[in-house]
């Protein structure tokens, strides 16, 4: 499926002034800064162990109490070279719980390892076991980091994020009745496949009715901000909107004669941050995807007229095509 | 009614589905008296097209009779006899307006799936996947023509369906190919690939005024057509070196301009075709371009490369070398076929041509998952499959 993977403008980022109040200043998390610092020490003892395995094996072998024969060698360089590419990993990555865990897998390996080892003499026995409570140690120590740092990045997946959509098509007609047609309100359900209804409530106001994941609708009042005729409109959900979004569309004329560059941008509170983005992207519901969608029936109004019905299509749910074939129901027609 | 239905892999059926219905203003229905079965149905049928569901149906070359036409639809009424270009296109938009429309920017609903593939999508097509925007096709009983005022071109009764069928794609398609070309007095126009679209490229590039055309294949009885019906010179690329040949044929220089008629499932032999078919069938690459690095190879120092084959997605080892230092122009597309129904028409009423001389095979539509096999593995000389609803 990856062929058909969209990839879209869409993108997390920081609202301009004028359309949402920008987020609270970023307080970065002291226990967060602690949770960094440790894994970074831990990324340091990997790559400082990893060196010393792969230049040094026998004196390492010798250390722990273990045989220093071949095949023990060729084991303390193989950890060797695992410990530097986790260490690695940790370094560059801004949250490395993943290679953390590699870390806490390499350790439970190495205890294995040491357990079946065999002493050399009597007196290495100590050695070895001493060996095994250092590493003991050390896999409490990664496990706590890593546990630490998922937790971290989980929370930060599931922050309300502001949500930033920017997409433009051409339409092939003037930039005053494009600008018409948009600055109409009532007209933007005709070709915004989410919206179900808006209307016009007075000057500037306007009440937005639209369809929710999950068969749910959502309604909220919403404002023009600014309206530059035939160039600019900007809108902004009142208070108490669920989803507080924010939206600017600008007519451009398009370099000879044709016709009018529509630009949009839309901001809006994604209630699940960034999980819910990846997981309305999952059943096809992606905002930039909605936006580069009804842009297209956007232009296949003011040009043909109408928004154009596929065969093999299902209207809204652009992941549920159904067999290219004539359509049982009655309800087709003109959206 | 009844349809063709892709079922999967080298698999058709005839269904009974719904009958179509208009669903936009500017829709008609056509009741099919004629349809076919074309080269680059072959690509779907062999599962080479992404995009396909079972289910849907296949076919984009026919015509028939208006039966319903929606509001509006001013310059159609029911029972005209009309020929459908297979490209689906609005008319309005700036692609329309300059007569290329094969890339109509509104025709293609699903245009969200192809723009991760090909950058920008063209336009809607009958019958030809999901990324052509899931259109059901023309080889069943009626169909629903989106654009009805712009595409279908009504055609007078004095000429048969067999004379007329061939405007909705492969004559158009064929003549766009050697358009592409730029004809000049004196030039040899060599073509790869002697299908339906091949034959009609070559005596497209002869109407042009092409002084030689030479045409290249491996089937016997398809470059017998080539000669018999159209004129031109043939090559067997399993008998003969190609390129030797072509030289040999142009006292060196080389063909002036070259016409792909194969496209993604090209046939050839030696190490770089097993590496292709290695290369395709491990999805490493979507298409085998093995007609086209030929061709490249062929033509003389700074002539065009007119592709009309059908490619879908990448292909390995081009020979970028060959075309930027030799000058080379490549031209290709698929079929802006509503710019040629019209000259084309007339060049079929004026008896230039009579594009009736590819049909080889007339079968019921019930017989189309023979009239499939046959025309896939070449069987008993099949060129091309006529389908009778």
């Known amino acids: 499926m990856t062929a058909f993977d969209v990839r879209d403008q869409s993108r997390i980022g920081q609202p301009t002034d004028h359309l949402l109040p920008p987020p609270d200043e970023m307080t970065l998390d002291q226990a967060a800064v602690t949770d960094r610092r440790l894994s970074v020490v831990l990324g340091v003892l990997s790559i400082a162990l990893g060196v010393t395995n792969l230049a040094v094996p026998r004196e390492v072998a010798r250390f722990i109490g273990v045989c220093a024969d071949g095949q023990t060698q060729t084991a303390l360089r193989i950890v060797g070279i695992r410990e530097i590419v986790s260490g690695i990993g940790i370094f560059r990555q801004p949250k490395p719980s993943g290679w953390a865990w590699t870390r806490v897998a390499g350790d439970v390996m190495d205890l294995s390892l040491l357990s079946n080892a065999t002493p050399r003499r009597r007196g290495d026995w100590a050695r070895n076991r001493a060996a095994a409570l250092t590493v003991l140690g050390i896999t409490l120590l990664d496990l706590y980091s890593a546990v630490r740092l998922s937790r971290d990045t989980l929370q930060d997946v599931a922050q309300p994020q502001t949500i930033r959509v920017k997409k433009s098509i051409t339409v092939n007609r003037a930039v005053g009745e494009v600008y018409a047609y948009w600055h109409n309100f009532e007209n933007l359900p005709t070709f915004m496949s989410h919206l179900e209804a808006v209307h016009v409530t007075g000057i500037n106001r306007s009440r937005w009715k639209a369809k929710a994941p999950a068969g749910r609708t959502v309604e909220w009042d919403a404002e023009i901000t600014q309206d530059v005729p035939n160039e600019r409109i900007m809108w902004r959900s009142l208070e108490g909107a669920e989803i507080p979004n924010s939206g600017t569309v600008e007519f451009r004329f ?71 074939q004539p359509r049982k129901d009655e309800a087709g027609g003109d959206r | 009614m009844k349809a063709v239905s892709w079922q999967g892999r080298q698999s058709v059926q005839v269904d009974t589905v719904p009958d179509p219905q208009i669903l936009n203003d500017r829709d008609a229905i056509v009741k099919i008296t004629s349809t076919a079965i074309c080269g680059s149905d072959l690509h779907l049928y062999n599962g080479f097209i992404p995009g396909m569901i079972k289910g849907d149906i296949l076919g984009h070359e026919f015509m028939g009779e208006v039966v319903e036409v929606g509001r509006g639809v001013g310059n159609l009424k029911v029972g005209d006899r009309v020929v459908v270009p297979f490209p689906i296109a609005c008319g309005n938009c700036t692609a329309c307006q300059a007569e290329a429309y094969s890339l109509c920017e509104n025709s293609n609903p699903n245009a969200w799936m192809v723009e991760p593939i090909w950058g920008h999508s063209p336009a809607g097509l009958f019958g030809y996947s999901h990324l052509a925007g899931g259109y059901a096709g023309g080889q069943a009983e009626f169909a629903r023509v989106p ?243």
Not at chain 2, 180 to 206: E, H, L, T, Y
Not at chain 2, 213 to 221: H, L, Q, S, Y
Not at chain 2, 222 to 239: D, F, S
Not at chain 2, 296 to 303: F, P, Q, V
């Open chain 2, 147 to 389: 654009f009805a005022d712009v595409g279908p071109l009504k055609v007078p009764d004095h000429l048969t369906d067999e004379q007329v069928l061939f405007l909705s794609d492969i004559f158009p398609t064929g003549y766009m190919g050697a358009e592409m070309c730029n004809i000049q007095r004196g030039d040899v126009i060599a073509v790869w690939g002697a299908g339906p679209v091949g034959q009609f490229a070559a005596k497209s590039a002869f109407m042009l005024g092409a002084e030689r055309v030479i045409v290249i294949d491996r089937f016997e009885d398809r470059l017998r057509m080539a000669r018999e019906k159209v004129g031109a010179e043939t090559i067997n690329y399993e008998q003969t070196s190609v390129l030797e040949a072509l030289k040999e044929l142009t006292g060196g220089r080389g063909p002036d301009s070259v016409i792909d008629a194969v496209g993604m499932e090209a046939h050839g032999h030696g190490a770089l075709y097993a590496y292709d078919k290695v290369a395709q069938t491990t999805k490493m690459t979507t298409d085998r371009p093995v007609a086209l690095r030929e061709a490249i190879l062929a033509c003389k120092n700074g002539g065009t490369v007119s592709v009309i084959g059908v490619y879908s997605g990448v292909i390995d080892k081009f020979p970028m070398g060959a075309v930027m230092n030799r000058s080379l122009t490549i031209k290709t597309g698929q079929a802006h076929v509503h710019r040629y129904m019209r000259p084309l028409l007339d060049r079929i009423e004026r008896g230039e041509i009579n594009p009736s001389f590819v049909i080889t095979h007339t079968m019921r539509l019930d017989d189309a998952p023979l009239g499939y096999d046959k025309f896939l593995h070449k069987e008993d000389g099949c060129v091309k499959v006529v389908l009778k609803p």
């Open chain 1, 254 to 324: 398009a370099p000879g004669d044709r016709g009018t560059e529509v630009h949009v941008e839309l901001y809006y509170q994604s209630p699940a941050g960034k999980i819910g983005v990846t997981l309305a992207k999952m059943f096809g519901e992606e905002p930039g995807m909605q936006i580069a969608d009804d842009l297209r029936a956007l232009k296949q109004v003011l040009e043909t007229g109408s928004v154009l019905v596929a065969d093999g299509a299902e209207l809204g749910n652009r992941l549920a095509q159904r067999p290219a």
